[in-house]
Structures are given as structure tokens and as C-alpha cells.
């Protein structure tokens, strides 16, 4: 391998590679994956010069700890954390000069769940079907990084950015999700369809990069028997039997059997991936568009 | 045909049959292979297709009631071939809920030309239809906590070959070497929508 490569010295909770996803191919039953807050990932590659299409690395609540092998500029974001370079504290959201051999460590994150590390050149493992995502639903792309692993890095194309700072969204306090109700609202009780859009439910430790699950009243259906599968979208509020939403995310399923009672907008999904459990949630009703 | 509107970007439309969804999503491929349509997931499944990533989701579905949908359009291409092994855990259960010897269940299951209807669960995982209603299985009370890649299977109206080894409740009747699902490959999947199969019975158990 050539020096253009970063070690894993500490993969944390859950560190996986991702990027844009791979859409187009639902049919196949392949989930469209890709980083959970896409916003913060397009950001950090603009900040190190990288094409949006380059693949980033997201962490989960704990950060990483990275060994680059040559002289790299990297940008951590989404959310927010103490970042270091060979011990010294370094700037977060912003571009950072890393010499070869040095340890950049991510800290723990101070709020919110999914951190990501954008690294000049991109991570530049094999592409599946046209990504290089880690897809934990049905096991495509790189696995999620283990201690030691080491990812091979690409050229990189364009000078880092010259910013002082950049705004981003901070992690929610209370996740607002607007929703427009169906495609499969006539299977609940009228009061099920109120419950969701008026009571409080919370973010609940189950959940994952597939779905974020909550905790609240349950839903009353008002029919009873099995949907036929069928397709389902990034967003889509499912409600299995035990009457608790689901709202999918990158790695859901491509069709599914329990009715989807509404969907969020997709602006407001960025925001769920950055939800702690325990997060209050309010679905809102909207209009649809 | 019902058009359901999913969020802003998607359409779910219902059909009164799988026939007709599968006849659907063979005109939607059509119409979009013609440039007619624009859109990023035309995902068959059960009895609807879902199309996500539409500009206008309500234009399209006003239009689509205007449309003339052939039925299942016959297809030119061979069917895709998979050689099994009659010896699955469950062929002795399936014999017996179909009321014949057990040797009868390759025999059938065999003798008939199938369709991929939908893929989902896991990558390379179709949901094949062509087996005549009588032979309806229920799925398995529980399910097992794996079942090895290859393996054959039965449940509903559907046939399926496990891509890979999972979870999962189907009546197990064989096991095939075929590879369903292959990154490195083009295409990755053996088996897409639309496509014809048919199960060949080898060996001896």
C-alpha cells in the first residue's frame, strides 16, 4: 500500500465509511445508505477540498483516533467534539494540517450522535455498486472500522478552504419531524393518526442507522391482518405491532410489511441522526406540498 | 389502480392483483427507458409499485389513469436457470400440506415457470410467483435463526433462494449452488424484477 493511507488506531463505537449512497437500486432490494446527516458530510469534504461524492468517515457518539501515514489535511463536523493533533487541541469544523504519522484523535461527542471526518483525497476503498458506504442492513461496502484497520486514501483535488468558521446546525434539543400523513394512515384508528401528531414521544436507545425508533403512546391500528409488502421511502414513519413509530433511515429496508402511517420531509432528517436517545420528539403535521 | 402519495417526492400505487403490478412496473421501465418518465426507484412489490423520486408525484398520478397498461408483457430472454437439490429440512411438511409424496414436490415445483415479482429483504432476494394458488404455504410458526445461503424456500404464494445466510421463517425444500448475489459481478443480482426462472431438480438426495 502506498503511504497514502490512514490507520485506525481507535474505531470507537461504530466508525463506517460513507457517502452520497447508492440509489437506483431499490428493485434489487439494496437500501440507498449513505452518511445520516448528509449536510454535515458535504461540509466537511468542502472544507478539505474534496468533490461531494468523496467518502467520508461517520462516527458514532465516541469518536476515533487516526494515524495518517502522509501529511493530510482533514475537517471533522456534525457533531460537535474536542479534536486533537499529536495531543495538542486543534479546531473543529474547520481544515487541519495533519503531519504523517501523527494521531488525530475525535473525541467523545459533546452533544449529538454522528461525527465526520473528511481526510483530503477521500477514503478510497473499493466501490460497491458505485459507493463506497458501509450498509449495516445488509452487509455492503466496507465493515465498519476496527482497531487496525487501514483505509487507503485518494489524490487529493482542490485546496482546502480558507474559512474562519463555518455555521452548523447544532444537535436538536427536541426533534420536530414534519410529517405528511400516509401512504398507509387508513389503517389506524382516527385517534392513532392524532396521537402521533400531538403527543411526545422520545428518541429511543434502539436506535441505528436503519431506523430511529421511539418511545410514546402506541398507535391503534383499525384493521386488523397483514399488508403485502411493498416499497418504502427514507423517511417513512413504519408502526410495527407494537404501536411504537419508526422513522427509517439511510439503511432501511427497501420494502417492508407494517403500514407506513406518514413521512417526514426529508430537510428535517439530517436532524434525526443527530438525536440522542432520550431526545424529545414532535411529529407536526404539514400539508403536503 | 390507486395512486397514494408518499411524503413529496414518491407515489405508491395499488393494484388490484400482482399480475397487474408486475404489468405496471414493466410499463413504468418501458416508459422511462423511452425518457417518457423520470424517476430515481421504480420498486415493484406484493401489489404496488412504488416510484420515488418524482418532481411532481400529483401530476403523474392523474396521468396514470389514463394510461393503457398491457398485461404482463411476455418475455424475449431464457429463463434463468437454477439447479436444486430437492433435500430441504421442511420438504417432508411441504409434501404433507400439499397432500402428496414427498418425491411429487420437486416434480411441481419444477414443472413451473416462474417470475421474479419483487426483490427486497436482502440484496439479490426476489420473490418469485408462479406456483398454481393450491400450493400456498404458510410460513414457518418460528422462525429459524439462520438459514444457510442457497437454501431454496417456500412461503405464501412466493418462492425465494436465501442470498446469503440469515434469519428467516420459509419452508425450506432445497438448496442450490447458484450464486444469487455477487458485488463483483454485473449485474450483482442473478434475479431483477420481471425476470423468468425456472428450477431445475439435480441430483439425489
Avoid: K
Avoid at chain 1, 485546496?159 to 387508513?186: I, Y
Amino acid at each position: 500500500m502506498t503511504d497514502r493511507a490512514l490507520a485506525v488506531v481507535r474505531a470507537g463505537a461504530l466508525t463506517t465509511v460513507q457517502d452520497l449512497g447508492r440509489p437506483g437500486y431499490a428493485h434489487l432490494g439494496v437500501p440507498r445508505s449513505g452518511a445520516l446527516d448528509p449536510p454535515a458530510a458535504a461540509l466537511v469534504n468542502r472544507l478539505v477540498g474534496n468533490p461531494p461524492e468523496a467518502a467520508v468517515l461517520e462516527t458514532t457518539l465516541n469518536g476515533c483516533a487516526l494515524r495518517p501515514r502522509s501529511a493530510v489535511t482533514v475537517a471533522v463536523g456534525g457533531a460537535p467534539c474536542a479534536v486533537t493533533v499529536g495531543g495538542r487541541p486543534a479546531p473543529w469544523g474547520a481544515p487541519v494540517r495533519v503531519p504523517g504519522g501523527t494521531l488525530l484523535d475525535i473525541g467523545p461527542a459533546q452533544s449529538g450522535v454522528r461525527g465526520y471526518v473528511a481526510v483530503s483525497g477521500g477514503v478510497a476503498v473499493e466501490p460497491v455498486l458505485g459507493s463506497r458506504s458501509t450498509d449495516l442492513l445488509s452487509g455492503l461496502g466496507p465493515a465498519p472500522l476496527t482497531d487496525g484497520t487501514v483505509l487507503p486514501l485518494g489524490h487529493p483535488v482542490g485546496p482546502h478552504a480558507r474559512v474562519d468558521a463555518v455555521p452548523q446546525p447544532g444537535p436538536p434539543a427536541e426533534l420536530v419531524l414534519r410529517v405528511t400523513p400516509g401512504p398507509r394512515d387508513d389503517w389506524f384508528t382516527a385517534t392513532a393518526v392524532r396521537t402521533l401528531v400531538t403527543r411526545a414521544y422520545r428518541v429511543s436507545t434502539a436506535s441505528n442507522r436503519i431506523g430511529l425508533r421511539t418511545e410514546g403512546p402506541a398507535l391503534e391500528r383499525s384493521r386488523t391482518g397483514e399488508l403485502p409488502s411493498e416499497g418504502m421511502v427514507w423517511g417513512a414513519v413504519q408502526v410495527p405491532p407494537d404501536g411504537r413509530p419508526v422513522v427509517f433511515l439511510a439503511d432501511h429496508p427497501t420494502t417492508g410489511g407494517y403500514p407506513v402511517i406518514a413521512v417526514v420531509r426529508p430537510a428535517d432528517l439530517p436532524a434525526a441522526a443527530q438525536a440522542v436517545p432520550g431526545t424529545p420528539v414532535r411529529f407536526v403535521a404539514v400539508r403536503r406540498r | 389502480m390507486r395512486a397514494l402519495p408518499v411524503g413529496d417526492r414518491a407515489l405508491l400505487v395499488e393494484l388490484a392483483s400482482g399480475d397487474e403490478a408486475q404489468a405496471l412496473h414493466a410499463e413504468l421501465l418501458r416508459r422511462r427507458a423511452a425518457g417518457t418518465l423520470t424517476v430515481r426507484e421504480v420498486v415493484p412489490a406484493a401489489r404496488t409499485v412504488l416510484l420515488d423520486g418524482l418532481e411532481e408525484p400529483s401530476r403523474l398520478a392523474a396521468q396514470l389513469a389514463d394510461w393503457t397498461v398491457p398485461p404482463v408483457p411476455p418475455r424475449a430472454e431464457e429463463a434463468i436457470e437454477i439447479p436444486v437439490r430437492y433435500d430441504g429440512p421442511d420438504l417432508a411438511e411441504v409434501a404433507a400440506l400439499w397432500g402428496v409424496p414427498e418425491d411429487e414436490v420437486a416434480r411441481i415445483h419444477s414443472a413451473a415457470e416462474f417470475r421474479v415479482a419483487f426483490c427486497g429483504f436482502a440484496p439479490g432476494f426476489g420473490y418469485l410467483t408462479g406456483l398454481p394458488a393450491r400450493y400456498d404455504v404458510a410460513r414457518r410458526a418460528t422462525p429459524r435463526t439462520s438459514v444457510p445461503a442457497g437454501s431454496v424456500a417456500l412461503a405464501g404464494p412466493y418462492t425465494g433462494v436465501y442470498p446469503r445466510a440469515s434469519p428467516g421463517g420459509w419452508q425450506l425444500i432445497g438448496t442450490t449452488d447458484r450464486v444469487l448475489w455477487d458485488h463483483a459481478r454485473v449485474p450483482a443480482a442473478l434475479l431483477a424484477p420481471g425476470a423468468r426462472v425456472r428450477f431445475v431438480a439435480v441430483g439425489s438426495v
